[in-house]
């Protein structure tokens, strides 16, 4: 996403953010990004253990390019987050919430996240074919309610 950054930039901009730390201590690492010391010391062990042993990693990581030995050490924070959801309300071609039986449920319409990224995309994530879908529908359900009020 930002191809053009140098190894000098990227490590510059990483200090300005709360979600990047660096220390030369594995102590000090955990107590930057909030981490319990001796939990961290043993998660590292465990992981220079597998390595060096040739031993399948207990996280089934496949990358592993190096023992953790040579400061400095780097914490980063992730994040978990939701993109899209296939799981979703059923509705009809006239986004009418359709029950288990195919029925449609009197006076209740749906669009949008809440019919699930498979309505618009099959079994695979479409760049765009959720918010596009959510702004369009909703106009064309919206006039066509506004129409029958
Ligand atoms: C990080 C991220 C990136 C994405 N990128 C893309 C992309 O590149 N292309 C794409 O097509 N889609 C993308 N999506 C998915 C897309 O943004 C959503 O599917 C779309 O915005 C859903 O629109 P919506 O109107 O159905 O729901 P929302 O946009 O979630 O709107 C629901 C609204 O209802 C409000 N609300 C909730 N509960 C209540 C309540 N009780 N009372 C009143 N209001 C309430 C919420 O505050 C919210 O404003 C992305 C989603 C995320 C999270």
Not at 29 to 43: Q, S
Not at 57 to 70: E, L, M, N
Request: net charge positive.
């Amino acid at each position: 996403m930002i191809p053009d950054w140098s190894s000098d930039r990227i490590l510059r901009e990483a200090q300005k953010s709360k979600m990047f730390v660096s220390a030369m201590e594995l102590d000090n690492l955990a107590f930057r990004a909030g981490l319990n010391p001796l939990k961290l010391k043993k998660t590292v062990e465990i992981y220079n253990a597998h390595l060096t042993s040739k031993l399948e990693d207990p996280f089934g990581r496949k990358f592993r390019p190096a023992a953790i030995h040579k400061p400095p050490f780097y914490a980063i924070q992730m994040q978990v987050w939701t993109l899209v959801s296939f799981a979703a309300l059923a509705v009809n071609e006239r986004l009418e919430v359709i029950d288990i039986a195919g029925q449609a449920v009197p006076n209740l319409f749906a669009l949008g996240e809440v019919i699930g990224a498979g309505a618009t995309s099959g079994k695979s994530y479409v760049n765009g074919m959720l918010v596009t879908p959510a702004i369009t529908f909703g106009r064309v359900l919206g006039s066509s309610l506004f129409q029958l009020a």
